[in-house]
């Protein structure tokens, strides 16, 4: 990422709380998901950025704009700087949507207006009303009005005003479930509309794909894998990551031979194939990653496959995840694949079926073993 | 009731009023302070802000009598600059009302703004406000109904003070005379049926004030 519109480096501690770490954190001009589990510093680091919590020391910079500066080693310093939050010109949506419980929804929207002439400021909120979707709530007061309509009333607020940069954390997490499905979408087609830099805070990978160009992966208070949201979540560059990111198998190996770019990998009783490209030439140990989703099932081995790693398999066992079925299995070492309801039905899937199982080469990835 | 007495009520009623334009700009300040900021000496501005309210009323009354005298440091110089006398004129009561009734409002403001979120003051802040603009469109009007509540109590409380009244400002009838001062004075000199009418009069408009106080703390919830 070097067209990178905000650079972070800093490090916050509250009192009896784990120290949180933002190293050297680009953030680019379209969405940026920041991920991470509870309690891995998403939030804070998202307030820093907003202004709402001052850092211990480090850097903020937004567009070569020097929003704080505190050096590490002196107390104070003429050069040192922090921006107060209203002059940052920041959109922020917090995750319960702070709604001014007092104001109207035109209220709420036009808060950050009232140096327009009130005309402007009238026609601005109604524009942001027609855009959303809001039309006919604005004499609405926050608690009659839906979540999913305070989700949009929040985010209004947020973007009337014409940010430079937009925060959000958990935009959706406040909401029921097919609400949040409706409206990720929805999210995503209007943050693309406005083109405005976008910070996202999810714990959700499903969120984090789904609006997400990049992410920041989050772990234990510090930013550990940075880059395109997809690469990020299929080639994680460590077991960490890995596991933030929710690979559901992740087994120990050993590479026997390298060969063409493609490795040959020992794990459990099995052996697979996978592409070496970006493995050290060093590498022994690795860990080997393989999402669910590219696990492909068939009943019987029969039929020619370009899937160079192919697996007799017996089920373990079936489990329903949504509109999926996770079906564990055992190949040699365990493996995890999702199939939709009606593929389990049409293969007859039940504990015990022998089925085999086929990945191809690039869908596996390996991540070397860090001693 | 003589038309002395119903003039007495009104005096009573708008020192009661003074002494709120005096507590509102600086009671709101301190409890907005107290509420949000932490600094060096908070506790120290606690106690003495709380004094009044536990110290004998005489003992304010006294401090305030010294402090606002001719001679003494700020009433001395209003006379000078000013040619303002305080001591014993109209006054000295709405200034001991305040004095006096001052905590309460504090308590009750205090408490109201410490129950606004601070999430709606911050989030503001991103909207390019000022903390001017944060204070009187945000936290005010979300602390509303204790802040009501709160000067409510202190009117009430302003209508019934006696000790420090007597001191500062006397018992010159048609002058700084108020109602628990004249009820004191109607029964040393064996007016039981006058002491008991106005007794009477405060004690609805008590009433009155507290019910609509408790009302507006009560619907908070």
């Known amino acids: ?371 | 009731m003589s038309g002395a007495d119903w003039q007495l009520v009104g005096f009573s009623l708008r020192m009661a009023f003074a002494s709120l334009l005096l507590i509102l700009p600086v009671g709101l300040a301190l409890a907005w302070w107290l509420a949000r900021k932490t600094w060096r000496g908070k506790a120290l501005v606690e106690t003495l802000v709380t004094l009044p309210l536990v110290l004998p009323p005489v003992v304010t009354g006294l401090v305030l009598l010294q402090l606002f005298g001719r001679r003494g440091p700020v009433g001395g110089w209003l006379h000078q600059a000013f040619g303002i006398d305080v001591v014993f004129t109209w006054r000295a009561v709405a200034l001991a009302l305040a004095a006096m009734s001052l905590p309460l409002f504090v308590r009750a403001a205090r408490t109201a703004f410490e129950e606004v979120d601070v999430k709606f003051e911050q989030l503001a802040r991103t909207l390019g406000a000022g903390e001017w603009r944060v204070f009187f469109t945000i936290t005010l009007p979300l602390a509303k109904r204790g802040v009501l509540a709160g000067t409510l109590l202190a009117f009430a409380r302003a209508l019934g003070e006696f000790g420090a009244t007597i001191m500062v400002a006397g018992n010159i009838p048609g002058r700084t005379t108020t109602l628990p001062v004249a009820i004191y004075a109607a029964v040393q000199n064996g007016e039981d049926a006058h002491a008991w009418t106005l007794a009477g009069v405060s004690a609805v408009i008590a009433f009155a004030a507290v019910f609509v106080s408790e009302n507006l703390q009560q619907r908070r919830k």
């Open chain 1, 1 to 371: 990422m070097n067209n990178a519109v905000l650079t972070a480096n800093f490090r916050k501690q509250f009192p009896g709380g784990p120290e949180i770490v933002a190293d050297n954190l680009h953030i680019g001009a379209g969405i940026t998901v920041l991920f991470g589990a509870s309690g891995s510093g998403k939030t804070t680091v998202l307030r820093c950025l907003a202004g709402l919590e001052m850092p211990d020391d480090g850097e903020i910079k937004f567009a070569g704009e020097v929003w704080y500066r505190k050096s590490r080693k002196r107390k104070a310093n003429s050069q040192d700087l922090f921006l107060p939050s209203r002059k940052r010109q920041v959109g922020f949506v917090p995750q319960d949507y702070a709604l001014f419980p007092h104001l109207t929804v035109a209220g709420n929207i036009g808060y950050g207006l009232n140096e327009l002439p009130d005309a402007e400021r009238a026609a601005r909120v109604a524009e942001t009303l027609r855009w959303l979707g809001l039309d006919g709530l604005e004499h609405r007061l926050p608690r009659e009005l839906s979540g999913g309509q305070q989700q949009r009333v929040a985010l209004a607020r947020a973007v009337v005003r014409r940010p430079k940069l937009l925060l959000l954390d958990e935009p959706l997490a406040a909401l029921d479930t097919p609400t949040r499905l409706r409206l990720r979408g929805e999210l995503r087609q209007l943050l693309r509309q406005l083109g405005i830099p976008t910070i996202l805070v999810t714990h959700d990978r499903f969120e984090a794909l789904a609006l997400g160009d990049d992410v920041v992966v989050l772990h234990d208070g510090r930013n550990v894998q940075q880059g395109d949201a997809s690469k990020v979540f299929s080639r994680p560059e460590n077991l960490a990551v890995a596991e933030i990111t929710a690979i559901e198998t992740i087994q120990a190996g050993t590479i026997l031979e390298t060969r063409d770019g493609l490795a040959t990998v020992a794990v459990g009783d099995a052996q697979l194939i996978a592409l070496a490209e970006d493995l050290p030439a060093d590498a022994r140990e690795v860990y080997v990653c393989i999402r669910a989703e590219d696990v492909i099932l068939m009943r019987a081995d029969t039929v020619q496959s370009s899937p160079r790693n192919r697996w007799a398999a017996t089920v373990l066992s079936l489990v329903r995840e949504g509109s999926l079925v996770r079906v564990n299995l055992d190949c040699g070492f365990p493996l995890a694949a999702f199939l939709t309801q009606s593929a389990c039905a049409d293969l007859g899937l039940h504990a015990g079926t022998p089925v085999v199982a086929l990945v191809k080469a690039p869908q596996v990835h390996l991540i070397p073993f860090v001693r």
